[in-house]
């Protein structure tokens, strides 16, 4: 079973950027639809992008625009590159993986999970 790791989460002001990366394994990442979420203090998970084993991306709506979900087959990692940060977007950010047919941007539908990263976006 694949085990994720992520990393590069930290501090950063409004309007600056950070990029995540999700590291896996015990599998290869181009096998699953690989995702982000984040959940912010006292919030449900939410999902933010998400990378089909085809390639298609998908992005929620608050994202849209600022968000660049990639995945780099040699390094078996997947990255979240985040620009124009705001406040809102303060919240542990979770890499995740799915074996479904399709892709999905429900939570549920993903079986390994990684143990997530700060993102704190000072005002």
């Known amino acids: 079973q694949v085990q994720l790791v992520e990393s590069g989460g930290g501090l950063v002001e409004f309007g600056g950027s950070l990029r995540l990366s999700c590291a896996a394994s015990?599998?290869?990442?181009?096998?699953?639809?690989m995702g982000w979420f984040r959940q912010a203090p006292g919030k449900e998970r939410e999902f933010v992008a998400v990378?089909?084993?085809?390639?298609?991306?998908a992005y929620s709506d608050s994202v849209k625009g600022r968000f660049t979900i990639s995945r780099d087959n040699a390094k078996n990692t997947v990255s979240l590159q985040m620009n124009r940060l705001k406040p809102e977007d303060t919240a542990v950010y979770y890499c995740?993986?799915?074996?479904?047919?399709?892709?999905?941007?429900?939570?549920?539908?993903?079986?390994?999970w990684g143990q997530g990263t700060q993102v704190t976006v000072s005002s």
């Open positions: 015990g599998g290869t990442l181009g096998n699953y639809h």
């Open positions: 990378f089909s084993r085809s390639g298609a991306t």
């Open positions: 995740a993986a799915a074996q479904t047919r399709f892709y999905s941007t429900y939570s549920a539908a993903y079986n390994y």
